[in-house]
T-cell receptor, first 113, second 109 residues
Framework: NAGVTQTPKFQVLKTGQSMTLQCAQD?????MSWYRQDPGMGLRLIHY???????DQGEVPNGYNVSRSTTEDFPLRLLSAAPSQTSVYFC????????????FGPGTRLTVL | DAKTTQPTSMDCAEGRAANLPCNHS???????VYWYRQIHSQGPQYIIH???NNETNEMASLIITEDRKSSTLILPHATLRDTAVYYC??????????FGPGTRLSVLP
């Protein structure tokens, strides 16, 4: 198993550009989520999904969209990038929402100029 | 949701046991205690979790007090590779994980 994979590893955007951060897992996990981590801070939940076709907002959803058309993939879209979205983005998955532990991807480091 | 309090930072000598405390005085009956760590901006890594009994796995031991208001993560023989930020998370059944700032553990040679 590759676990949780994220692409790209690094990305630089200009203000106003849009892009999609990719996340995939091969563990057949129901639950997937996106976090952002700013320097020296803990992780903050952006969006999450408890299964294909079901998504919900986390703590900091503004400026981001998600969809979950398959169990494996959970892309995060930045609609119009802003410097405040400069951060490290982590995707995570877990078997079931209620009790399982989370497994994290390696992260995408995004800089918005 | 129960909140956790952890020291900002700790040092530990290589080869010695690292004992990382966590206070969660408002924990309720259906809330689990989880520990994760994050090594140098990598994705967080699961370590261990428990409800009320002490737990041990190949990485660490988790000691939860009888009243469940605090817990301690024990790394029995810390190595330089254990230098990381350690997160204690109290998670209600069926709720999302909430990560605080954690404890920065430095293992010193």
């Amino acid at each position: 198993n590759a676990g949780v994979t994220q692409t790209p590893k690094f990305q630089v955007l200009k203000t106003g550009q849009s892009m999609t951060l990719q996340c995939a897992q091969d563990m057949n996990h129901e639950y997937m989520s996106w976090y952002r981590q700013d320097p020296g801070m803990g992780l903050r939940l952006i969006h999450y999904s408890v299964g294909a076709g079901i998504t919900d907002q986390g703590e900091v959803p503004n400026g981001y969209n998600v969809s979950r058309s398959t169990t494996e993939d959970f892309p995060l879209r930045l609609l119009s990038a802003a410097p405040s979205q400069t951060s490290v983005y982590f995707c995570a998955s877990q078997g079931t929402f209620s009790t399982d532990t989370q497994y994290f991807g390696p992260g995408t480091r995004l800089t918005v100029l | 949701d129960a909140k956790t309090t952890q020291p900002t930072s700790m040092d530990c000598a290589e080869g010695r046991a690292a004992n990382l405390p966590c206070n969660h005085s408002t924990i309720s009956g259906n809330e689990y205690v989880y520990w994760y760590r994050q090594i140098h901006s990598q994705g967080p890594q699961y370590i261990i979790h428990g409800l009320k009994n002490n737990e041990t796995n190949e990485m660490a031991s988790l000691i939860i007090t009888e009243d469940r208001k605090s817990s301690t993560l024990i790394l029995p023989h810390a190595t330089l590779r254990d230098t990381a930020v350690y997160y204690c998370i109290v998670r209600p059944y069926g709720q999302n994980f909430v990560f605080g700032p954690g404890t920065r553990l430095s293992v010193l040679p």
